[in-house]
């Protein structure tokens, strides 16, 4: 059966080959099966485009994951399956951000990339690569196997929306700390069909609209309340990501609540994810969460601080607000979150 793959290169490490002088040049991706030749296979199609010009990840926003958004929509009926070469830095940011924009998919969305460039002989880039095409065109019963957005990365495929960069230094610099791979890349590659998400829309809708008028806010012991303050003081604030300790435990402190109750009061909506990045937020577990659940703060349960960012701009995009934001931050959107037992018990 013969398959089509769109490959987007958006930038990014894994896009640089080694010139004759020894240098490092950006590839010319319309060549890709040049550098690449295993791309070249019977029966298999691929179309590379580029970001022009190509950008590091660093610089990616709300404005590029339209930009990508629109283009799988446009170019939906011709694929079979999309891989969407990104700089490994904000990864899982746009891997989030593009599992909530992309409403109704069944087509893959792989995302990749590498930390060395594809044209070094020890690069990752190439096996990255070719993985993620294989993947983006695997079907089964004549539907792809992967309909969600996903990372491959040093032989595992991942929930997009599950990933956080862990290292700036391994080749397994990709991790999905509260749900196992989707898939493992061994001899073969071996999915994990009981956990693969499947969206009950069937058609895709690209839903764009981000609030960007968030802001994200790490606690640590000894913390000015002033810092707080100052971000609540933002007039046109939508809403706060409030990273926490533990599963979910901030200080017991009558100036932070007061600040956390006006706010949310007012109508910022505030969600709590915790700093460790494995386990999740259990407001009912200890007197130190209790507080911020009485301030109205939304558990964020096990999901990502990527995931979290990038749910509430999406879901304040869609211009939810009281109980139905709360209601739509704790729903499973596109396999994010796990749900937990509302009853665990005090201590
Ligand atoms: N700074 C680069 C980027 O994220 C690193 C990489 O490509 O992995 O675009």
């Not at 690569?129 to 065109?137: D, F, G, K, P």
């Not at 707080?228 to 609540?257: C, F, M, Q």
């Amino acid at each position: 059966m013969d398959r089509a793959v769109l490959v987007i290169y958006t930038g990014g490490t894994i896009g640089s080959v080694q010139t004759v002088a020894g240098g490092l040049a950006p590839l010319d991706f319309s060549e890709i099966h040049r550098h690449v030749p295993e791309l070249v296979q019977d029966h298999l199609t691929i179309e590379a485009v580029s970001f022009e010009p190509p950008i590091d990840s660093s610089n990616i926003g709300v404005a590029h994951w339209v930009e990508l958004a629109r283009l799988i929509q446009s170019r939906y009926d011709e694929f079979d399956g999309f891989v969407v070469l990104h700089g490994t830095d904000t990864l899982a940011y746009t891997a989030s951000a593009l599992s909530f924009m992309l409403e109704g998919l069944h087509k893959p969305v792989i995302l990749t990339g590498s930390q060395l460039p594809i044209g070094l002989p020890r690069t990752d880039g190439r096996e990255n690569l070719l993985s993620a095409v294989e993947i983006a065109s695997t079907q089964r019963l004549e539907a792809p196997i992967i309909q969600e957005v996903a990372v491959y990365f040093g032989s595992s495929l991942y929930r997009g929306n599950r990933t956080h960069k862990a290292s700036a230094e391994s080749m397994q610099a990709i991790i999905s700390p509260n749900l196992p791979p989707l898939a493992e890349a061994g001899v073969d590659i071996q999915f994990n069909a009981a956990i693969l998400f499947r969206d009950p829309l069937m058609q895709l809708k690209v839903q764009e609209a981000m609030e960007s008028r968030i802001a994200w806010l790490p606690l640590f012991p000894g913390q000015s309340n002033e810092i707080l303050k100052r971000i609540l003081d933002w007039p046109n604030l939508s809403g706060l990501v409030l990273s926490t300790y533990g599963s979910g435990n901030a200080p017991t402190n009558a100036e932070l609540k007061a600040l956390l109750s006006e706010a949310n009061k007012r109508g910022v909506s505030l969600v709590n994810v915790s700093q460790c990045s494995h386990g999740a937020v259990h407001p009912e577990r200890y007197a130190t969460a209790h507080m911020l659940r009485d301030c109205g703060v939304i558990p964020g349960g096990d999901m990502t601080t990527e995931a979290a960012i990038t749910k509430l701009m999406h879901c304040l995009g869609q211009e939810l607000d009281g109980d139905d934001l709360r209601n739509a931050m704790r729903t499973n959107l596109r396999g994010e979150i796990t749900k937990f037992s509302p009853v665990a018990p005090v201590r």
